[in-house]
């Protein structure tokens, strides 16, 4: 069965920092290519940050640059999302996403992450 799942959400004070992670199961990891996405209340899914499936390139939306830094542990079967310095506008849900070789995505539930003082 194949599955990514999210965790490591939670409510943060502005200037501080989470780690999410998401783990994947029931497809070949290490030939995927992954990337976080993020959905604000009232806002449309964006795409946060994304790797390649060696890990070898990453790229990561203007709003993220710098503070966000995202991995991956092919051994492990897990990526990772490290986000630093976070501010209210970062409060969303946050999906880690799978897309395979031949196009196949595979899409987790979700993580919910709030920013608030």
């Known amino acids: 069965q194949v599955q990514t799942v999210e965790s490591g959400g939670g409510l943060v004070q502005p200037g501080g920092s989470l780690r999410l992670s998401c783990a994947a199961s029931g497809f070949t990891f290490s030939r995927y290519a992954m990337s976080w996405y993020r959905q604000a209340p009232e806002n449309e899914r964006e795409l946060v940050a994304a790797?390649?499936?060696?890990?070898?390139?990453?790229n990561y939306a203007d709003s993220v640059k710098g503070r966000f830094t995202i991995s991956r542990d092919n051994a492990k079967n897990t990526l990772y999302l490290q986000m630093n310095h976070l501010n209210p506008e970062d409060t969303a849900v946050y999906y880690c996403?799978?897309?395979?070789?031949?196009?196949?995505?595979?899409w987790g539930k979700g993580t919910l992450v709030t920013v608030s003082s």
């Open positions: 996403k799978a897309k395979g070789p031949y196009g196949m995505e595979y």
């Open positions: 790797v390649s499936s060696a890990g070898s390139i990453t």
